[in-house]
């Protein structure tokens, strides 16, 4: 008497296409958090933006640490720029360094904290949002640097 062999299992179409799309996310996503930070228009500031530096002060600034929704940890500096001079700006981007235990700087990211006119006389709030920061930092407040100014029309 024959013993019945069994018939191979097939796994199902979807199963399948949605195991795919499932590895290429993950795939997508480990390149993302791998890049190194994106710097924006790494242009050094003109000579009329560094005159302009003295008509704009950084206040009430401070830092904090939050956790996000995936338990990571959450750098945020917070504070407000006033422009006292007599031109608009449209953007504003400061180079924020972070300070290492043995080294002045560990970590350097280029960001923006002006993005809509800063109109003259004009302050506002900002928020600078931090995720990846090296272990080798020390947890001192970093150095911010304006370095670059985009006057408005």
């Not at 191979?8 to 993950?26: D, E, F, H, N």
């Not at 940890?73 to 449209?90: A, D, F, L």
């Not at 280029?110 to 990846?132: G, K």
């Amino acid at each position: 008497m024959a013993t019945p062999t069994a018939a191979p299992r097939r796994l199902p179409v979807t199963a399948i296409v949605i195991g795919a799309i499932t590895v290429i996310v993950l795939i997508a996503g480990l390149f993302y958090l791998s890049r190194p930070a994106s710097k924006v228009n790494g242009a050094a500031p003109s000579a009329e933006a560094k005159a302009y530096l003295s008509d704009l002060q950084l206040s009430d600034v401070s830092m904090k640490a939050t956790e996000n929704f995936m338990k990571q940890q959450v750098v945020e500096i917070e504070g407000k720029i006033t422009n006292s001079g007599p031109r608009p700006i449209k953007r504003i981007e400061v180079e924020c360094i972070f300070p290492g235990l043995s080294d002045p700087e560990v970590y350097r990211e280029r960001v923006p904290i002006v993005t809509t006119e800063l109109a003259p006389n004009q302050t506002r709030q900002f928020r600078l949002p931090f995720d990846r920061l090296p272990d080798s930092w020390n947890q001192a407040m970093p150095r911010l640097v304006i370095a670059q100014i985009v006057f408005g029309g």
